[in-house]
């Protein structure tokens, strides 16, 4: 009974959380509110008004807005939009790119290196941090840049301030018409929803505390569809990070083409999974039949499957709701293993050995003196 009883007692929790991620998820809609307001501040250049590609450069938690804004404008967008996690931009890359480089510490190195790829081939470049050599570089260069918090637990506890700038970025470009009234929903679906799971919500009424006990000890696997590629991508990499639990995701209806073979291992092999499936009241008829089908044949091996329901009635709205619904589950589960959900040892410990051996910060600021 250990485990059904800690989501209910507020000092445990807080005892295991020390960083408060949990509380910073459930501040989640204001932190949307405030990075709008912040985006809306910055000037565009007039020069930047018509690029014909839109390249986000970003690792982790600041790639993840990046993938969210493909996935939102994948129908309406008449410029492609990519996400480049590497050191190196695409060759396309030129003055008709405009580089958005976002990274919540300013410190990434990768996204350092593209964005000083990016000078060098004359694109339109905007940037996204909490300060760093980013911004740094950035006011030297005088490159718009958007200030955010450094006050975070973690960067992916920072997911508004590192989307929704690039959701306001797409309106003042006019590639993301009408956005106005999906934010006004997004913002008025996703402070129900933390309403509704935040901790002094108890267990009986609380979705996400459900959901995390439901997958307990299993290994989660997260598949998604078309606008919810990058959620289940989200989703994955929170059990990883707050969870501290192995993860993977998949999506419709590739994964009818490859992964759902793997089920048809013994089931000593398969039942230490669960599957969590995000779904769409609106889902097409072919992505809904492929999801149900699919449920049937892994139902015989995994330990059980799950669903995420999207909340609201337009596109940025339902992505954001199985987002955040994601969210809140990975923290509960993370405390309901006893895990604090914030420290990541693993990526601080590889970072320290690159830095031994590869000075990524020091060279590039050698390359910024040249060219100021």
Wanted: proline residues 5%; hydrophobic residues 40%; aromatic residues 6%.
């Amino acid at each position: 009974m250990q485990k059904l009883t800690v989501l209910d007692q507020p000092d445990k929790v807080k005892a295991i959380d020390k960083s408060n991620m949990l509380g910073a998820c459930e501040k989640t809609p204001d932190f949307c509110r405030d990075a709008v307001k912040r985006a809306e501040k910055v000037e565009i250049p007039i020069s930047y008004k018509s690029p014909k590609n839109v390249i986000v450069a970003g690792m982790g938690g600041s790639a993840i807005g990046g993938e969210l804004l493909k996935n939102w404008l994948y129908d309406r967008a008449s410029i492609p939009i990519e996400v480049c996690r590497d050191y190196v931009l695409p060759a396309y890359a030129n003055e008709n790119s405009l580089i958005v480089a976002v990274s919540y510490s300013g410190e990434t190195e990768e996204t350092l290196s593209a964005f000083l790829e990016a000078i060098k081939r004359r694109c339109m470049v905007l940037t996204v941090s909490s300060g760093g050599h980013l911004q740094t570089f950035s006011q030297k260069l005088k490159i718009p840049h958007i200030l955010i918090p450094s006050d975070s637990p973690a960067p992916r506890a920072a997911i508004a301030y590192l989307f929704f700038p690039l959701v306001v970025l797409m309106k003042k470009l006019c590639v993301a018409k009408k956005a106005n009234e999906e934010i006004e929903e997004t913002l008025r679906v996703l402070q129900k929803i933390s309403e509704e799971n935040a901790l002094r919500t108890p267990l009986k009424n609380n979705m996400a505390k459900k959901l995390a006990l439901e997958i307990g000890d299993t290994v989660p696997i997260v598949y998604g569809f078309r606008q919810y590629n990058a959620v289940a991508r989200r989703l994955k990499c929170q059990f990883n990070e707050n969870s501290k639990v192995p993860s993977k995701f998949d999506v419709f209806s590739e994964l009818n083409h490859n992964e759902v073979v793997g089920w048809e291992a013994p089931r000593n092999l398969t039942k230490a999974f669960s599957i969590l499936v995000i779904r769409d009241s609106k889902e097409p008829r072919e992505i809904k039949q492929r999801i149900e089908v699919t449920k049937q044949i892994a139902s015989k091996k995994v330990c059980r499957i799950l669903e995420i329901r999207a909340v609201g009635k337009q596109k940025l709205a339902k992505m954001l709701s199985a987002m955040y619904m994601g969210d809140f589950v990975s923290i509960y589960l993370a405390l309901l293993r006893g895990v604090d959900p914030t420290p990541t040892k693993t990526i601080a410990h590889l970072k320290r050995e690159m830095k031994k051996e590869f000075d990524m910060t020091a060279r590039l600021e050698k390359e910024i003196e040249k060219i100021t």
